[in-house]
T-cell receptor, first 113, second 108 residues
Framework: GAGVSQSPSNKVTEKGKDVELRCDPI?????LYWYRQSLGQGLEFLIY????????KSGLPSDRFSAERTGGSVSTLTIQRTQQEDSAVYLC???????????FGPGTRLLVL | RKEVEQDPGPFNVPEGATVAFNCTYS??????FFWYRQDCRKEPKLLMS???SGNEDGRFTAQLNRASQYISLLIRDSKLSDSATYLC?????????FGSGTKLNVKP
């Protein structure tokens, strides 16, 4: 079946611009996660959705970052007034139950000039 | 203290060797456990779940020791294609905690 998809695959933007990153989880997966990974670094947790609600937003680095999920499916991560330190790969993952692990999309590579 | 700790490596082994990775987790309330594999510039992929009874998938064997809060992965008969970073992951209350990964290089 279809896996997790993310768009765009690559995004180059100028400092100060807003960007929107999209994630389509595996159909039927109720949990959705956003992570960030800088080059050569580990995964940094950003936010977690269960259905449309976000029980854990603790990883969002600043108030420039926000995310929403609609219809228990697609999620959008928005970064306002991008900064160069926002450059990273943004990964989305979905899960049906915690016992089954989570499945990742291919990521969006964001470069802020 | 980090939730999950792993030796970053790299582990440099010849083809055909057996190699073992370990990780430790700090919270005894952790509920489920996994090994992921991440290739360079790719997303992490689920390799296998880890159970107290131990589980095997071909050349890969994983083991969980809840008493010691320790997880292991054994790879037998290493292949060049096994070269990757291996991530230890634990789950607690619907949140997944990732180790920083152990890098494996399998040499011809």
């Amino acid at each position: 079946g279809a896996g997790v998809s993310q768009s765009p695959s690559n995004k180059v933007t100028e400092k100060g611009k807003d960007v929107e990153l999209r994630c389509d989880p595996i159909s039927g997966h109720t949990a959705l996660y956003w992570y960030r990974q800088s080059l050569g670094q580990g995964l940094e947790f950003l936010i977690y959705f269960q259905g449309n609600s976000a029980p854990d937003k603790s990883g969002l680095p600043s108030d420039r970052f926000s995310a929403e999920r609609t219809g228990g499916s697609v999620s959008t991560l928005t970064i306002q007034r991008t900064q160069q330190e926002d450059s990273a790969v943004y990964l989305c993952a979905s899960s049906s139950t915690p016992l089954d692990g989570q499945y990742f999309g291919p990521g969006t590579r964001l470069l802020v000039l | 203290r980090k939730e999950v700790e792993q030796d970053p490596g790299p582990f440099n082994v010849p083809e055909g060797a057996t190699v073992a990775f370990n990780c430790t987790y700090s919270n005894s309330a952790s509920q489920s456990f996994f090994w992921y594999r991440q290739d360079c510039r790719k997303e992490p992929k689920l390799l296998m779940s880890v159970y107290s009874s131990g589980n095997e998938d071909g050349r890969f064997t994983a083991q969980l020791n809840r008493a010691s809060q320790y997880i292991s992965l054994l790879i037998r008969d290493s292949k060049l294609s096994d070269s990757a970073t291996y991530l230890c992951v634990v789950n607690r209350i619907n949140k997944f905690y990732f180790g920083s990964g152990t890098k494996l290089n399998v040499k011809p």
